[in-house]
């Protein structure tokens, strides 16, 4: 956790928030291990005598989830596997807990969103091979396309939400010299990927082949701008910082990943300054799992007037026409992207996936429940 972005985006504890409505800071307690303003491992503790909820730093990240303990109890083994373990011996086990194991989910996810982050860096990696890597990099290329007049550049602080193993964020560091960037994801093992390209500058991961046969894979990954970016597991919904605070709010295939997407929006809408831009991709490809199917935008309810159509509810939810329309926000553009997705030599995914570009526009102010001009 680096001392820069815990010190810019000051983290309140999210149970307050949560419980009490309150947001007291988080304090890093004493005895935490740091090197070159870099904080290795500690524990960040409520300033609230009266909560003094506690939210350890493990390998450099910061768990701040006022759900810790499930999460924790469903995710701590992302955050405690070895990288160190010899490719060999990662395969005997891998072999001995067999496919769909907890070692083999793991291993799949992180395959599949490395190989997309960085595989382009990957000397070994051949060239010209369908799928290519990168589409999480090109989506948001349209979408700073579609996001005109925002312009990244001058950016001062950028929020990747989802961000998964982290490409996105470091581009966004690198397209705006000026900016922290933090990004946000639940996915403990993907996290640990992106801070050792961050504070290491190279990656290491399993590439999966077929089945439970993988190849080790390390690489230099000397992105630019890496010095500025941090990765933070926290709730994409209920972010634990003040509002106000990003210049953008990315959200890439992360809608229809949470249980209630509306509120997502209205955390992405209400982390933006005046002039800041909210840049979204989704494929609308629901799952009960991750979603239920009541908040669902779009996909069911075909009996109402948009007969289950995903793309005019989330435009109504954007442009003030919903009951649970998010104040304040002007849609700037639309449009697809095709998404690909890598899971062996043998199988990749293709997702249509839909764009949406907005921003706050400068000179709106909130006061209370209303949106003023100024």
Known sequence: M?????????PHC??????????????????????????????LVCADAGCRAEY???????????????????????????DDLDPAALSLL???????????????????????????????????????????????????????????????RVLDLGCAAGRTAFDCAAAA?????????????????????ATRGEVSFGRRRIG?????????????GRERVDFWACDAAALPFAPGGADLVLALNLLDCVPDPVALLHAMAAALRPGGALLLATPFDWAARATPAAH??????QRGDGRGAAEPLLRALLSGTHGRSVPGIEVLGVGEHA??????DRSMVLYQTHLVAAWKPPGLERDGQHVLKR
Do not use: M
Not at 296 to 301: E, F, P, Q, V
């Open 94 to 156: 891998g072999d001995a807990l067999g496919p769909d194991s907890w070692l083999d989910v793991v291993r799949q996810g992180v395959s599949t969103y490395a190989w997309d982050a960085f595989a382009d860096l990957d000397p070994a990696e051949a060239a010209g091979d369908v799928p290519t890597p990168g589409a999480a990099r090109r989506c948001l290329g349209k979408l700073l396309g579609l996001a005109q007049p925002f312009d990244l550049a001058g950016a001062s």
């Open 177 to 197: 010299p000026g900016s922290l960037v933090l990004g946000i994801d639940g996915n403990l093992a993907l996290l640990r990927l992106a801070r050792q390209a």
């Open 339 to 344: 998404w690909h997705t890598r899971l062996h």
């Open 14 to 43: 999210p149970i307050c928030a949560r419980d009490r409505a309150q947001a007291p800071a988080l304090l890093l307690a004493d005895g935490a291990a740091e090197a070159e303003g870099d904080v290795l491992s500690g524990t």
């Open 56 to 82: 350890p730093v493990i390998d450099g990240i910061p768990v701040i989830l006022a759900n810790l303990r499930q999460h924790l109890g469903e995710h701590a083994v992302e955050l405690l596997l070895r």
């Open 212 to 224: 439970l046969v993988y190849d080790h894979r390390r690489f230099a990954a000397a992105l630019p």
């Open 2 to 10: 680096r001392r820069s972005h815990f010190e810019a985006w000051a």
């Open 296 to 301: 669902w935008i779009g996909g069911h309810s």
